[in-house]
């Protein structure tokens, strides 16, 4: 059996292929699907981001975030043990941080995202976690599984990293509680529509150092419908910029990613919604004229 072609670099269609010390930003694709509870199809979505991104314009309105290089490496192998493949990421986010290089990981069910929650863990310097998503991802096991995607928020708190919510509306009562006595951070979308965005969006006393991740179900439905678990009452596009926007503004990102795709056959605009939120998110890190 011949293998299946790899997919495109992030952008190659109008960049080409650069050498990875020249980039700014490396991708990381990571089709984890092993935990999905509704809707399935996370594995096929760091795929269609990149097949997507073939579409993207260089200027995103603002300036061209891809002149600081994109570095794309070949899709992990997330078949195996999920331990040894969130141990391969840890090392990859940690090398890429050390390099001073931007990782993004594409998913994949958001269970990817404990990779390079380990990676912060071991950094020795603190930084939080700006999660982005429908769901508060805080339980302790689910369907009896300590690594499904409904519980990387409360590994990552079990690791001392601190976390700040935004856009969550789906919770369970054990969640609600637990969330409260563990103060985690949060900005709830019913809050969000009923007040707007506030300023500053992040605590004046959360980490300077921060890395994002983006469940795409933050959006509402109407907007993003090719993903496994859609709640009504998210987030649409353009208040999703402006909070994203928000949460860079005067930090450091040190990496994000963007999970949760799963995509739909026949319906690309989910797919190039995703590449779209991917390229912007480079662009606000690329405009903060941070030091790395």
């Given at each position: 059996m011949s293998a299946l072609p790899l997919p495109p670099w992030f952008l190659e269609s109008e960049l080409g292929r650069r050498p990875p010390?020249?980039?700014?930003?490396?991708?990381?694709?990571?089709?984890?699907?092993?935990?999905?509870?509704?809707?399935?199809?996370?594995?096929?979505?760091p795929?269609?981001?990149?097949?997507?991104s073939q579409q993207l314009e260089l200027f995103d309105g603002e300036g061209q975030p891809a002149t600081l290089g994109i570095f794309t490496q070949a899709p992990l192998d997330c078949g195996g043990d999920p331990q040894i493949v969130l141990r391969e990421i840890a090392a990859t986010v940690s090398r890429l941080i050390s390099l001073e290089k931007v990782p993004v990981i594409l998913g994949g069910e958001h269970t990817v995202s404990l990779g390079a929650f380990l990676a912060l863990a071991e950094r020795g310097r603190p930084a939080g976690i700006v999660q982005f998503d429908a769901h508060a991802d805080l339980r302790d096991r689910?369907?009896?599984?300590?690594?499904?995607?409904?519980?990387?928020?409360r590994r990552a708190h079990e690791l001392g990293l601190p976390i700040f919510q935004i856009g969550v509306r789906s919770l369970s009562p054990e969640e609600h509680a637990w969330r409260r006595e563990a103060g985690i951070g949060r900005l709830d979308?019913?809050?969000?529509a009923r007040d707007g965005l506030p300023r500053p969006l992040l605590p004046e006393d959360f980490?300077?150092?921060?890395?994002?991740?983006?469940?795409?179900?933050?959006?509402?439905?109407?907007?993003?419908?090719?993903?496994?678990?859609?709640?009504?009452?998210?987030?649409?596009?353009?208040?999703?910029?402006?909070?994203?926007?928000?949460?860079?503004?005067?930090?450091?990102?040190?990496g994000f990613d963007v999970v949760e795709l799963a995509p739909l056959p026949g319906l690309h605009a989910p797919d190039y919604t995703a590449a779209r939120l991917v390229y912007n998110l480079m662009g606000f890190v690329a405009r903060k004229g941070q030091s790395r």
């Amino acid at each position: 059996m011949s293998a299946l072609p790899l997919p495109p670099w992030f952008l190659e269609s109008e960049l080409g292929r650069r050498p990875p010390g020249e980039c700014l930003f490396h991708v990381i694709p990571a089709p984890l699907e092993r935990s999905v509870s509704y809707g399935s199809g996370t594995a096929g979505g760091p795929g269609a981001i990149l097949e997507a991104s073939q579409q993207l314009e260089l200027f995103d309105g603002e300036g061209q975030p891809a002149t600081l290089g994109i570095f794309t490496q070949a899709p992990l192998d997330c078949g195996g043990d999920p331990q040894i493949v969130l141990r391969e990421i840890a090392a990859t986010v940690s090398r890429l941080i050390s390099l001073e290089k931007v990782p993004v990981i594409l998913g994949g069910e958001h269970t990817v995202s404990l990779g390079a929650f380990l990676a912060l863990a071991e950094r020795g310097r603190p930084a939080g976690i700006v999660q982005f998503d429908a769901h508060a991802d805080l339980r302790d096991r689910y369907q009896d599984d300590p690594l499904s995607h409904a519980c990387v928020m409360r590994r990552a708190h079990e690791l001392g990293l601190p976390i700040f919510q935004i856009g969550v509306r789906s919770l369970s009562p054990e969640e609600h509680a637990w969330r409260r006595e563990a103060g985690i951070g949060r900005l709830d979308a019913a809050r969000l529509a009923r007040d707007g965005l506030p300023r500053p969006l992040l605590p004046e006393d959360f980490p300077q150092d921060i890395y994002i991740s983006v469940d795409v179900d933050v959006l509402d439905p109407a907007v993003m419908p090719a993903t496994g678990t859609p709640e009504p009452g998210g987030l649409t596009w353009y208040p999703l910029m402006e909070a994203l926007e928000s949460a860079t503004s005067g930090r450091r990102v040190l990496g994000f990613d963007v999970v949760e795709l799963a995509p739909l056959p026949g319906l690309h605009a989910p797919d190039y919604t995703a590449a779209r939120l991917v390229y912007n998110l480079m662009g606000f890190v690329a405009r903060k004229g941070q030091s790395r």
